[in-house]
């Protein structure tokens, strides 16, 4: 049988509004510590890496067993693509002779994280080649697509041309989900995918969600308040 090569990638930049959020405190350990720690714990995974242009975040990453990927700046400007960063750490360490089969890629702001929702996510692309990525995902009716509006010569109207009434009622509504931004799983020949219609294109046209009961990513010090009590308090 052949063996699936899966590695790990940390991911990171530098600048941001909010200061240094990847490696600012939750709990008393950088935000970023929390991903290394979690993913170190699974077995199944060959090779750990984080890609930043930050050298804090790299020492920091390589502090808790990830070996550095100095990215360059042009991939990392505020409106650099997530699938910029992934191919420039697959160039590199396609010069090192690692070949990568599957993909997973952490978010350093994201300190809402748990080993058994990486390896869960490993298994099930495992089980079947044709699964393109599998993600965390959040359900949240509240936040429903059908629910959005946006202005329009100066009123509020729906965002979509709707041939019949919405329900004001959101357990009335299909089931809707949201991306969770802590990690993904994603197999590498599907990475330079086109065709699938989501923003993150990188993740091919199979995708498998993960739920996930709660995850928060780090952008503001109201993120960083509420990422303190869920991490001191153990609350996911």
């Known amino acids: 049988?052949?063996?699936?090569?899966?590695?790990?990638?940390?991911?990171g930049r530098g600048g941001?509004?909010?200061k240094d959020k990847n490696i600012i405190k939750i709990d008393g350990f950088p935000c970023l510590y929390y991903p290394c720690r979690e993913v170190k714990k699974i077995n199944s995974i060959n090779h750990h890496f984080a890609s930043s242009d930050d050298d804090k975040i790299l020492k920091l990453s390589n502090k808790y067993g990830m070996k550095k990927i100095k990215r360059p700046k042009k991939f990392s400007r505020p409106n650099s693509k997530h699938i910029?960063?992934?191919?420039?750490?697959?160039?590199?360490?396609?010069?090192?002779?690692?070949?990568v089969d599957i993909l997973v890629v952490l978010l350093a702001n994201a300190p809402i994280i748990k080993s058994k929702w990486i390896d869960d996510c490993i298994k099930i692309i495992n089980r079947n080649k044709k699964i393109s990525a599998v993600v965390p995902v959040l359900k949240n009716n509240d936040h429903h697509p059908l629910r959005a509006v946006k202005k329009k010569n100066g009123y509020l109207t729906s965002f979509f041309k709707l041939k019949k009434k919405i329900s004001t009622n959101r357990q009335e509504l299909e089931s809707n989900f949201f991306l969770a931004h802590n990690f993904w799983v994603i197999r590498t020949?599907?990475?330079?995918?086109?065709?699938?219609?989501?923003?993150?294109?990188?993740?091919?046209?199979?995708?498998?969600g993960y739920e996930i009961p709660f995850s928060i990513d780090i952008h503001s010090n109201l993120d960083v308040m509420i990422a303190n009590h869920l991490v001191k308090n153990k609350l996911y």
Do not use: R
């Not at 049988?1 to 940390?10: D, F, G, Q, T």
């Not at 989501?198 to 993740?203: G, L, R, V």
């Open 84 to 99: 910029e960063v992934l191919n420039h750490a697959l160039g590199v360490l396609d010069t090192k002779k690692i070949k």
């Open 189 to 208: 020949k599907f990475i330079k995918n086109k065709k699938n219609k989501i923003a993150w294109s990188f993740m091919g046209n199979k995708i498998v």
């Open 16 to 18: 941001s509004k909010l």
């Open 1 to 11: 049988m052949k063996k699936i090569n899966v590695v790990s990638l940390l991911t």
